[in-house]
């Protein structure tokens, strides 16, 4: 038997293009080196998934070619997610900043969604199913040999779609066999790293960091490339948060990262207007209008916080606005792929054709989702892309 396709990964991407390319008629064939289709969206928005966003447009992403994208999203916009989702019984309800979530918040019935369309349309789906390679034969047929139960088998396909995702995370099955059959078919690779991912700060100033484990602050955080504004939240380890995991994708080892505690106010407005009523209270008293007791008490190693406000010297006041305002913190490193939600890098666009996602140098292999060198922000974008990819790919097979 030959497949019309054969799609490697049931995740996001593999699913929904197994889904779309059955439903046009074609014979197709899931592999999942999993026991489970669907593994991260499973995981997804602590179990509730954020399936798409709202708010997404190419400007969420990151990649060497950022109008890559556009031509995907032109083809499956986040109207037609949330339309595919509402069909089958799954209605959104937004969140926070645009990420839609199902009203029952429970990434499972998303999951359902696919394995019963796979089923409706005999689309056939493999768990435990390991590829171990992809090669086309004389006859520009493709072999994919893939292992289960400790046999070898291999299945022929006219096409294959590479949906296998990327390096993070290892307890999911995370794997560079799409890279690596990337390489094998001479296509260029963008260096990868991890994304969205928490951030680690070690030396001197580890032990202040760790003590604050636990609390969450409002900010604003940037560095020379972007900002957000969001929550940051202390751990044992450094620092994580939305807004942290935000800015990972943008960060590069060495940098600065630069911390507005208190973004829409001026500490120096505070101060003068305190000063104005007296300044009898202390800068403590201050503070803890804005932040946590415990917060403010760590300030202790940078600012005078039991000086009256009156007592201030200028000095003083332009340091206290500078530490709330500009807040500099030198990241180590991060916490990597298992703490990473995506992987930065991949498949260079250059070798994709936009409007299919086919390679532009092999006829009949196609890259979606996670390994391609599109990165989305959090907040559902990156199953946006998910989405989008798979149904390009099935449109194209």
Same mark, same amino acid.
């Given at each position: 038997m030959i497949y019309d396709a054969?799609?490697?990964?049931? &995740?996001?991407?593999? /699913?929904?293009?197994?889904?779309?390319?059955?439903?046009?008629?074609?014979?197709?064939?899931?592999?999942?080196?999993?026991?489970?289709?669907?593994?991260?969206?499973?995981?997804?928005?602590?179990?509730?998934?954020?399936?798409?966003?709202?708010? =997404?447009?190419? !400007?969420?992403?990151? =990649?060497?070619?950022?109008a890559f994208c556009e031509e995907v999203f032109k083809q499956w916009t986040v109207k037609d997610s949330i339309d595919f989702f509402d069909r089958n019984g799954i209605v959104g309800k937004e969140k926070v900043l645009g990420q839609l979530f199902p009203q029952s918040n429970n990434a499972k019935d998303v999951v359902a969604i696919f394995l019963n369309l796979l089923k409706k349309y005999k689309a056939e789906l493999r768990l435990n199913a390991l590829v171990i390679k992809?090669?086309?034969?004389?006859?520009?047929?493709? !072999?994919?040999?893939?292992?289960?139960? &400790?046999?070898? $088998?291999?299945?022929?396909?006219?096409?294959?779609?590479?949906?296998?995702?990327? /390096?993070?995370?290892?307890?999911?099955?995370? =794997? *560079?066999?799409?890279?690596?059959?990337?390489?094998?078919? *001479?296509?260029?690779?963008?260096?990868?790293?991890?994304a969205?991912?928490?951030?680690?700060?070690?030396?001197?100033?580890?032990?202040?960091?760790?003590?604050?484990? &636990?609390?969450?602050?409002?900010?604003?955080?940037?560095?020379?490339?972007?900002?957000?504004?969001?929550?940051?939240?202390?751990?044992?380890? &450094?620092?994580?948060?939305?807004?942290?995991?935000?800015?990972?994708?943008?960060?590069?080892?060495?940098?600065?990262?630069? $911390? #507005? /505690?208190?973004?829409?106010?001026?500490?120096?407005?505070?101060?003068?207007?305190?000063? *104005?009523?007296?300044?009898?209270?202390?800068?403590?008293?201050?503070?803890?209008?804005?932040?946590?007791?415990?917060?403010?008490?760590? /300030?202790?190693?940078?600012?005078?916080? #039991?000086?009256? $406000?009156a007592s201030l010297s200028k000095a003083e006041a332009k340091l206290i606005n500078s530490t709330i305002h500009h807040f500099k913190v030198k990241p180590a490193g991060d916490k990597g792929y298992d703490k990473a939600e995506v992987m930065r890098g991949g498949v260079a666009t250059e070798e994709l054709n936009p409007r299919s996602l086919e390679s532009i140098k092999i006829e009949g292999l196609f890259f979606g989702g996670e390994c391609v060198d599109v990165t989305g922000w959090l907040g559902g974008y990156n199953f946006q892309w998910a989405w989008a990819s798979g149904y390009v790919i099935a449109k194209n097979l």
């Open positions: 054969v799609i490697i990964g049931a &995740g996001a991407c593999g /699913l929904m293009c197994g889904v779309q390319a059955a439903a046009l008629g074609k014979k197709i064939l899931i592999l999942e080196k999993n026991d489970r289709a669907g593994a991260k969206i499973l995981i997804s928005g602590g179990g509730r998934c954020n399936y798409t966003n709202l708010n =997404s447009t190419s !400007e969420n992403f990151i =990649s060497e070619d950022k992809v090669s086309k034969n004389e006859n520009q047929i493709f !072999e994919s040999t893939y292992e289960i139960n &400790g046999r070898k $088998i291999e299945v022929l396909s006219k096409t294959v779609v590479m949906s296998s995702g990327g /390096l993070p995370i290892s307890k999911l099955g995370a =794997s *560079d066999f799409a890279l690596r059959t990337a390489r094998f078919f *001479d296509l260029r690779i963008v260096n990868t790293a991890p969205l991912v928490p951030l680690t700060i070690t030396g001197k100033d580890k032990d202040w960091f760790a003590a604050l484990a &636990g609390n969450s602050i409002y900010c604003k955080v940037s560095n020379q490339r972007i900002s957000f504004h969001e929550n940051i939240l202390f751990t044992h380890w &450094g620092l994580s948060g939305p807004a942290i995991l935000q800015l990972s994708s943008y960060w590069r080892a060495g940098e600065d990262i630069v $911390i #507005d /505690l208190l973004p829409g106010a001026s500490m120096s407005t505070i101060i003068a207007q305190e000063r *104005d009523s007296g300044g009898k209270r202390l800068l403590q008293q201050i503070l803890q209008e804005h932040f946590t007791k415990k917060f403010v008490e760590s /300030l202790t190693k940078f600012l005078p916080i #039991d000086k009256k $406000i």
